[in-house]
């Protein structure tokens, strides 16, 4: 069975036990989303929104959420998302404020926290479950952070070495004049 719907928000930290096995619920969320929008703001925490050259961004995710009982996990829930981002960041060589895209897909099983000791769970970053390949996650008491969980997906998939330009020459180490808008004494030498 399938939820109807579309919600547009949840909590970063849900329970289990308030969704009904086997039935799908879904969500898409945005920056009225607190925790959502906590995560545009940490992509953007290098930025000076002040900046003539910032333009405003934007935010969404989209996670359909199933919980499921049986054999071997127990009661676990799985999780299909997807997150995008536009934002600005500096570039890490000369900082000029440069847009940034990130559009992810991903996907996650929560599994009872018990079984992370077990030894077929001990080194593993992904299992198999529904004829799928998911990232594995715990949860502890019923509760599964699904905050923590989007936080990580969305920053394994951004560029942690923005450029403006793949040809930015960067600051001068000696003076800090951005190259690109022309030498400084230190690199009219060479």
């Given amino acids: ?3 109807e719907y579309i919600q547009e928000d949840i909590e970063g930290v849900i329970k289990l036990g308030s969704y009904v096995f086997d039935e799908t619920s879904e969500y898409d969320l945005g920056e009225s989303c ?6 545009f703001d940490e992509l953007e925490e290098q930025t000076d929104r002040d900046e003539p050259d910032y333009k405003k961004g934007m935010i969404s995710c989209h996670l359909t959420l199933k919980r499921k009982s049986g ?3 127990g009661d676990h829930l799985l999780v299909k998302g997807n997150i995008k981002a536009a934002y600005m960041t500096p570039c890490v060589r ?13 996907q996650a099983c929560f599994i009872p926290h018990h079984l992370e000791k077990e030894p077929e769970f001990e080194e593993l970053d992904d299992i198999f479950t529904e004829n799928e ?14 905050a923590e969980m989007v936080h990580e997906n969305l920053f394994m998939n951004i560029d942690h070495f923005p450029l403006h330009d793949e040809n930015c020459l960067g600051l001068c180490h000696e003076c800090g004049q ?4 022309g030498l400084c004494k230190h690199h009219k030498k060479q």
């Fill in 94 to 106: 000369c900082l000029t404020l440069t847009k940034q895209n990130v559009d992810a897909d991903f």
């Fill in 34 to 39: 607190d925790w959502v929008k906590a995560l």
């Fill in 133 to 146: 390949e998911y990232g594995l996650y715990f949860h502890t008491k019923g509760n599964a952070d699904i």
């Fill in 1 to 3: 069975m399938s939820n």
């Fill in 178 to 181: 951005n190259l690109n808008e």
């Fill in 71 to 73: 054999k071997p996990f």
